[in-house]
């Protein structure tokens, strides 16, 4: 009978050992799937972030491109002589606002229009109505109507400078539209860095949910808050770094996608700008799941027994 007592008691032992073995199985292979998801979910926040941050750089880039390639004309007088305009030319490339400069003879001018125009017009006019000229890009700091409007008056007191033009119109619409351009680029980073922060905050609060007890139970036994804190806050900065190195991956393809449709992203791209987005990709991955986690896992060690069965 004893030993029918003591198979039988082998037997649940064995069934109790098998039924608890599956459900740790079960809920490692739970935490798995939440542990990857939590990745995936934070990597494609960051992408994100990292679009926005690249745009900004490669916006401010624009920005000094446009600039730079705004043209200040100067007509010089037609008793200029090549050497004279060199001369001119040289002392201007001395100047603060000087980036480059062009010396366009006026036989070059004429045979531009020509082409142009499909017509000589010294032909009919029977002298060369253009005069010589340089063309000047400017330094994009000094690219706004009023530093153009003390340049412009200093390059007309010259006595070999005729007159000076540039596009004023041109200039304002293009700082207007590029101010519009990188306020919204503003705004839209605070909204994503909101959003992302709210998303990742309730993915890792979630996370942290299904081990409140544990968390209580070390409570129960004398943990400190920071003994408590300690491996979720390394889970957290674990998966920032994973989700990070995933989102940079994302956005090298993205990079070189661009690249391969339209080589010329390379007049305004740098690897200054691709390593600034990465880095600032991987900060922003530890630091908002770190601080998610920080707050999440405070706020159930501030929690009674009551409210962890309530909640």
Excluded at 55 to 71: A, C, D, G, P
Excluded at 207 to 214: A, E, M, Q, T
Excluded at 268 to 291: D, N, Q, S
Aim: proline letters at 3%.
């Amino acid at each position: 009978m004893s030993k029918k007592i003591c198979n039988f008691a082998a037997k649940i032992d064995f069934y109790v050992r098998k039924f608890m073995n599956r459900r740790k199985k079960n809920a490692g292979s739970r935490r798995g799937v939440q542990k990857v998801t939590l990745c995936i979910s934070t990597a494609m926040v960051l992408v994100l972030l990292g679009l926005v941050v690249f745009s900004v750089l490669i916006s401010r880039n624009l920005s000094e491109w446009v600039k730079e390639n705004i043209t200040v004309t100067v007509m010089l007088r037609d008793d200029v002589s090549v050497n004279n305009a060199k001369l001119l030319c040289r002392d201007l490339y001395h100047r603060p606002y000087s980036k480059n400069i062009d010396y366009i003879s006026s036989d070059q001018a004429l045979k531009e229009q020509t082409e142009a125009m499909g017509s000589d017009p010294s032909e009919f006019l029977g002298v060369n109505p253009f005069p010589a000229t340089l063309e000047i890009q400017m330094h994009a700091d000094y690219a706004n109507r009023d530093s153009l409007k003390w340049i412009a008056k200093e390059l007309r007191k010259n006595p070999k400078v005729a007159d000076v033009a540039y596009q004023v119109d041109l200039m304002d619409s293009v700082n207007r539209n590029l101010t519009k351009v990188n306020l919204l680029l503003l705004v839209l980073a605070l909204l994503l860095t909101f959003v992302s922060f709210t998303l990742i905050n309730n993915m890792v609060r979630l996370s942290v949910y299904s081990k409140r007890f544990i968390i209580h139970t070390m409570k129960l036994v004398g943990a400190s808050w920071g003994f408590i804190r300690r491996p979720f806050m390394a889970q957290a900065l674990t998966i920032g770094i994973i989700a990070a190195f995933i989102a940079i991956i994302v956005l090298g393809f993205s990079v070189y996608g661009l690249y391969y449709y339209e080589p010329n992203i390379l007049t305004i791209l740098t690897w200054r700008e691709l390593v600034i987005t990465g880095v600032a990709v991987l900060l922003f991955g530890l630091l908002i799941t770190a601080l998610c986690s920080y707050i999440s896992v405070n706020k159930f060690l501030r929690m009674t027994p009551g409210e962890l069965y309530r909640i």
